[in-house]
């Protein structure tokens, strides 16, 4: 596919990267001369120096015949009006970032419907969401919905003395009647897709899926089930604070917000009066001492900066604050908060990566009958879940699952039927048309439901 | 530094060449004739050590910068052209192995001067060989490689930017893979054309075939005496032509092909290249008129000599080293400014001369007025800064070039003469071929001892790659691991 992206920072570089990879053309757009030579250097694309809005760069950068253009410059008023304008120009379909919350709140609608922009990401209310459903479940590291929020994947680390640890997956199905599925485990670099004989052991972290009401009952069987957090302390007041907050504040809890920059502090005080805003600089242990970083349930860092996040974040468990929640940007800096101890990560760059990336398939595919419906990557980007919608022309459709010859590395995870009844296969179940299939792989690139098959 | 990588690029180029010296085997079987074997035995020792190479040198990372392109560059023409003479020497036809190799790299750098008193009594696999090296050269050897092999690096960018002539190369279409494809199927395309128009005209398909890829490479290597003398007016004609064609940037070619002509309208160094080569065509015409009995004779000459020297071919319908002073001067001056860049032609390229004088205007306009602020514009966008300074840089390296070269030549005794060494520097940087007197388009360059032809293929090979990469291959500070 032709895809232009106006705007290379951190979220555009970010979906060059991951569109690249997937083969998709890519022409970017940027105003800075320097930015443009680094992404030349870097990746496989055409680079067009010049600003979103210009017709002329518009043209050079092919927004009359690209299939999808996406607009991620800082600027809201920006990116709606490139996308406006190379919609006019002949883009088939235009992706904008829209973060400002008084748009986002109001005025999307409207916009996108006149616009006619066919996707808004907005990576901080994206990343808001996530945030607000690992805090519903906080023993898990990550929560990721499918198909209307029936059907989950949750990710766990196995610590030492679980139930969990040394046990193979068949005696665990002996043990726990419930309905789940292990579909992947990370251990160390490597991701497995496991078998029946697989021992799982501490360190592990495991990728489980299962239907919404069944999760609790497992985590409960297995002692693992932490109650949902109430009290909760989130350092910066941002766009995310705002969006997070905004949530967790209409379910009740308590929430206090700690930053440094006053000027931010007093807007998120307008907007969500219910918060509690600390103007004060969380960097120093003493203020969050103070503010009782030692009796909350969760305890999240959302500051600009990765590295003072990852270091304020391990402060905290030091303290034993059962939940802590960090958000990282730079993949680098993955591994060094991992080492640490630090297993929930967030990264708004990600979350669109795969928004993004999602898109680019759907738009691909929508020629083929079987859609794809959700799409995430897990365990450090090592694994992809895709959900399917199963068309006519999957090969095996009504055929037990036992006779489909799957490939090695992905497994069906679960089949959701007629949107409510989940069933998590076993060899005797079958697929049928109209089915919506969730597929778990360590191939990143599938397109179809007919690509896991060997 | 990634060596690995360097390495192992080079093997695999050498797997190339190979594979390209195939072709002239064929045509040494097909005429039955004995140059066969040198064409194997270099074949088969280019295979060999490029497998050897490829294999001993998998690269951990596959991630190079741009000195790795550079030095890439720099290593796989020298070691090419250094496997590439082995033909001559082995099937004795040109037994001195540094003749050899000024003549391979002349092909490959597509300059055209030939140390070959007599070209007419080369084999024709020989020969083959000789005109092949242009073509190859001409669009250059690694994009071609890079269009075929898959993934070679996710950065090859960097061996593209500093093979590919001019002083800012940019991909046409997102994926370099696609950008190197379309750029050799237009090359491909125009040879074909070129090849049947020549075939209409009464060359044997042999003649037709080597004449293109002289003319596509811009090269100029002769298969008669004459050069392009012996053929018919509709012959001299054609390669006339094409040679100006083969001088425009490609991404002329793609624009016109995406029927993006806007584009084309747009761009100046275009205007410029036509302005320059019609301005020149019309002066030398009139200059020269004394010399002929009628019109379309001396228009016909004169077009194909300024298109000739301005692409930096060499190919001649006459003896211009007999034209007036001032007709030889000017073929001097064009000599320097060469073709466009991303064409197959050599010399400074037309964008250079043009950013070079505009910045002289801008300087100009800054001493009436000391605190003006001004951008440099080209084909109707600002120029940055950097590209500015790069270009300034390049012009007075090129200087020094010629000056070093000139310098060297001038060791040799009498009877080489100024207008001699000067016109064999600037012949050979600018990838020309012949130049004035002694090794002018009757001469050749035989006379040269063989420490002067060294230096002139490493002039030739500083042309080519527009001095960078051979420079930069030659710091000690590139190759000291980090």
Redesign the interface.
Known sequence: M?VTVVGCGKIGTAIINRLVSEGH???AVDKS?AVVQTV???????CVTGSGTDQETLIDAGAGECDMFISVTDSDETNMLSCFMAKKMGAKHTVSRIRSPEINDKSLSFIKQHMDISLVINPELLAAKEIFNILKLPSAVNIETFSRRNFEMIELVIKPGSKLDGVTLVELRKKYSGKFLICAVGRGDEVYIPGGDFKLMAGDKIGLTAETSEIEKLLKQLDIMQKRARNIIILGAGRVSEYLSRMLVGGGNNVKAIDLDAKKCEKLAKSVPEVTVINGDGSEQEVLLEEGIGNVDAFITLTGMDEQNILISYFASTLSVPKVVTKVNRQELYNIAERLGLDTLISPKHIIEDVVSRYARALQNSINSSNIETLYRLLDEKVEAVEFKVGKDFEYINVPIKEIKTAKNAIIAGIIRNRRQIIIPSGDDYILEGDKVVIISTNKNILNLNDIIE | MNRRMVLNILGRMLIAEAALLALPMAVSVYYLEKCFFAFLITALFSLFTGLLLWLVSKPRKTTI??KEGFIIVALVWIVMSLVGALPFTISREIPNYFDAVFETVSGFTTTGASIVRDVEKLSRGILFWRSFTHWIGGMGILLFVMAIIPNLS?????IMRAEVPGPVV?????????TAKILYSIYIVITAIEVVLLLCGGMTFYESLLHSFGTAGTGGFGIKRESIAYYSPYCQWVIGIFMLIFGVNFNIYYLIIAKRIKGVLKSKELLWYLSIFFISFVLISFNVSFLYNNFSETVRNSFFQVSSIMTTTGYSTVDFDKWPLFSRGLLLVIMMIGGCSGSTAGGLKVSRVALLIKQVGREIKHMLHPKSVSVVRFDSKPV?E?TLKNVSVYFILYIICIMAVFMLLCLEPPPFNTETNLSATLACINNIGPGLDIVGPAGNYAAYSSFSKVVLSVAMLLGRLEIFPLLLLFTPAMWKKH
């Open positions: 032709k053309d890519i022409i001369k030349t250097n870097i990746y496989d694309v055409m | 910068y741009a996710d950065r090859t960018v960097h940019d991909k046409i279409v997102p994926r370099l893979k696609q940055d950097d």
